[in-house]
């Protein structure tokens, strides 16, 4: 591999970390905080997540007239901003939280859609070695997104405890039952939450200096001696390449994934924590173990793809993560193992889901032969997932979350969604399913 281009995939698996420390509070504390804040937004979060989506897959179809560096510059920036605008002291602006929320979301969206693409440019031709560079930026990512996660719950009941002059114990007890805290403790307890945000913001600006080093050309993102397309012409594009069998059955797939997710995902320590009443420190090691098992899955991913194929695989851990997502809805009836069994159930349902993280990228590239049409591949893709997950955000917020046993149902919906995604999935992209000792051709 040319040395210029393992660099430049290294500084973006930097930056995505960093992105990710963003994105592991976004989803823990930023949405606990919007929750009581605006109930509006936390409750259609994910309807929040797909506007973002439609965002980023604009933004996406500028690559190959842009690259991909100036890009990643606005992720950093846009994020880092959102954060410092939600932690203003005082009534917060509606319309404001509305915007720093869709900002903060297409900040790590983009970085994220980036990833398929920009690692296929850079491992184009490296065959077996292709789904290491994928591996390695998904499970680096997530230990990422395990430490923002563990830290933003930690940090959120330590600075709780500082400004409430209580014990860190008092203070851990206290966000079991956030509800019937006296007015003095729940101030104190919003103002650790804005303390731990603008943290967060102030270490996401960080992210854009491993940007700022990457040395990018044109041959990166663009066919050597070939003009730019025009936004028309992509639109028509948009169409040919939605005329490939494979590209339609996985669009369905991952809509209906995206779909599924949005029904709980962005609730997991909501649903811990007002749930269950599992205090907010714990439910967030809770839900950040379970992305320790992320980063231990994936070291299988590579030895998983080579048994099952990348098709078998992702069929194999959509299905088998199930049975996990169940447990987790019904924690209570654990009673006293409880928090031991529905933190197995995390961890065990995080590390399926997410071991194949790397072999769907993949997949998503090799149903679209042509470098170029890729980006706008990726387009298509989360234009498509950007639409579900509003209706999924519209869904749970005006019907499904009304209620507070609505967090439970979810999970049973979610089901649903993942089992008729692994049949589209096998069905229509089984012959992608070659072994990689096979010579699959991508």
């Given at each position: ?9 290294i ?35 994910w309807?929040?997540?797909?506007y973002?989506?439609?965002?980023a897959?604009?933004f996406?179809?500028?690559?190959p007239?842009?690259g ?22 005082g ?53 990422g997104?395990f430490?923002?996660t ?20 008092a ?21 650790a939450n ?18 700022l ?17 025009p ?17 339609r059955?996985?669009?369905l ?14 609730y ?20 950040s173990?379970s ?23 992702i069929?194999f ?5 199930i ?20 933190g ?5 349902r995080a590390?399926?889901?997410?071991l ?19 980006p706008?591949y ?16 519209l ?10 046993s ?5 999970y ?17 992209l ?13």
């Amino acid at each position: 591999m040319e040395k210029r281009k393992k660099r430049n995939i290294i500084l973006f698996i930097i930056s995505y970390v960093i992105n990710n420390l963003a994105s592991g509070v976004l989803y823990d504390t930023y949405v606990n905080y919007l929750q009581d804040v605006s109930p509006q937004i936390a409750t259609s979060f994910w309807a929040f997540y797909g506007y973002a989506t439609f965002v980023a897959a604009l933004f996406l179809l500028a690559v190959p007239k842009i690259g991909y560096k100036k890009l990643l510059m606005f992720c950093s920036l846009g994020t880092a901003a959102a954060f410092f605008c939600v932690v203003q002291n005082g009534a917060v602006s509606q319309t404001l939280l509305y915007l720093a929320t869709v900002l903060a979301l297409t900040g790590v969206q983009l970085h994220f859609v980036m990833l398929a693409p920009y690692v296929a440019a850079y491992t184009k031709g490296m065959g077996e070695k292709e789904i290491y560079w994928y591996t390695r930026t998904y499970y680096m990512g997530y230990i990422g997104y395990f430490a923002a996660t563990y830290l933003g719950g930690y940090f959120v009941v330590r600075a709780f405890s500082v400004i409430a002059h209580i014990s860190y114990g008092a203070a851990q007890e206290a966000t079991r039952y956030i509800t019937k805290m006296s007015a003095p403790m729940y101030q104190s307890y919003m103002s650790a939450n804005r303390v731990v945000l603008l943290a967060v913001g102030i270490i996401t600006l960080a992210s854009i200096i491993p940007v700022l080093l990457i040395k990018e050309e044109k041959s990166d993102y663009q066919k050597e001696n070939k003009e730019v397309i025009p936004f028309k012409e992509k639109l028509q594009l948009s169409g040919k390449v939605l005329l490939n069998r494979g590209a339609r059955f996985y669009l369905l797939y991952w809509m209906l994934i995206s779909f599924g997710m949005g029904l709980f995902t962005p609730y997991y320590t909501v649903f811990l924590n007002r749930n269950l009443h599992i205090d907010k420190a714990t439910s967030s090691l809770m839900v950040s173990i379970s992305y320790i098992a992320i980063v231990v899955f994936m070291f299988f991913t590579p030895r998983a793809v080579k048994k099952f194929g990348k098709v078998g695989t992702i069929v194999f851990t959509v299905i088998g993560c199930i049975p996990f997502m169940l447990m987790i809805a019904n924690g209570q009836s654990f009673g006293s193992l409880m928090v031991p069994i529905v933190g197995f159930a995390l961890f065990m349902r995080a590390g399926l889901a997410n071991l194949s993280s790397p072999a769907d990228s993949a997949v998503s590239m090799d149903v679209i032969h042509d470098t170029e049409l890729r980006p706008i591949y990726t387009a298509i893709v989360n234009f498509a997932s950007g639409i579900v997950s509003i209706l999924s955000g519209l869904f749970t917020g005006n019907f499904l979350f009304t209620e507070q046993s609505g967090y439970q149902t979810a999970y049973y919906y979610a089901a649903v969604c993942y089992v008729l995604a692994a049949v589209v999935l096998w069905i229509g992209l089984r012959k992608f399913n070659k072994h990689e000792s096979e010579g699959e051709e991508v």
